[in-house]
């Protein structure tokens, strides 16, 4: 089945460590990928997004994050994390253009000083 | 300005009752969604509009009934509320089907 994965439920970083957060998905061929995040009782925010091209995105916020088809992996990354950065983020896909995001369940990160 | 707006924010009412979420976006968006997160944050599409005509209506309980007035507006009517109901739901809307979404801040549905 079709299926996008975030393997981490919930991670814990200190405040200016790095941060990977990991997805997966399973889709034949390369879909649409996107990061969201979402802070507590807000809306889902874009933070990038990949549909092709160089594989190495960067988005808002000082994230980037690397598309990597051999692994069918888009794992979201920053090189120093801010307190503010404490948040759910979502990875979604979408198969196609014209179909709809489907998303990973999501990872909660938690900033400590 | 806001770009996707939802109302109300928050929604407490009884099972059996009928109740309406408001969507309204001023980014001059084509396409226009309804998202539920359920209570351990998981997010599923339910419905997509574009220019006003359903394209996604994906296995929802047909006491869901989105309603679409013009491309700016998707409204969400659910007759006979459960408890499963319950849940935060997000209005959505992009430029066209395959471009980035931009999300309301959502209403959570609290069922008695």
């Known amino acids: 089945a079709q299926s996008v994965t975030q393997p981490d439920i919930h991670i814990t970083v200190s405040e200016g460590a790095s941060l990977e957060l990991r997805c997966n998905y399973s889709y034949g061929a390369t879909p649409y990928l996107f990061w969201y995040v979402q802070s507590p009782g807000q809306g889902l925010q874009l933070l990038l997004k990949?549909?092709?091209?160089?594989?190495l995105v960067q988005g808002i916020k000082g994230f980037e994050a690397e598309f990597k088809r051999s692994q069918s992996s888009f794992n979201l990354r920053k090189p120093s994390v801010h307190w503010s950065d404490a948040a759910e983020y979502f990875c979604a896909v979408a198969p196609s253009g014209n179909t709809p995001l489907v998303f990973g369940k999501g990872t909660r990160l938690s900033v400590i000083a | 300005d806001t770009a996707v707006s939802q109302t109300p924010k928050y929604l407490v009412t009884q099972m059996g009752n009928d109740k309406s979420i408001k969507c309204e976006q001023n980014l001059g968006h084509d396409t226009m969604y309804w998202y539920k997160q359920d209570s351990k944050k998981f997010l599923k599409i339910m419905f997509s509009?574009?220019?006003?005509?359903?394209?996604i209506n994906e296995t929802v309980p047909n006491r869901f009934s989105p309603k679409s007035p013009d491309k700016a507006h998707l409204n969400l009517h659910i007759n006979s509320l459960e408890l499963g109901d319950s849940a935060v739901y997000f209005c959505?809307?992009?430029?066209?089907?395959?471009?980035?979404?931009?999300f309301g801040d959502g209403t959570r549905l609290s069922i008695l």
């Open positions: 959505a809307s992009s430029p066209t089907r395959d471009q980035p979404q931009h």
């Open positions: 990949y549909f092709s091209g160089d594989t």
């Open positions: 509009y574009n220019n006003k005509e359903l394209i």
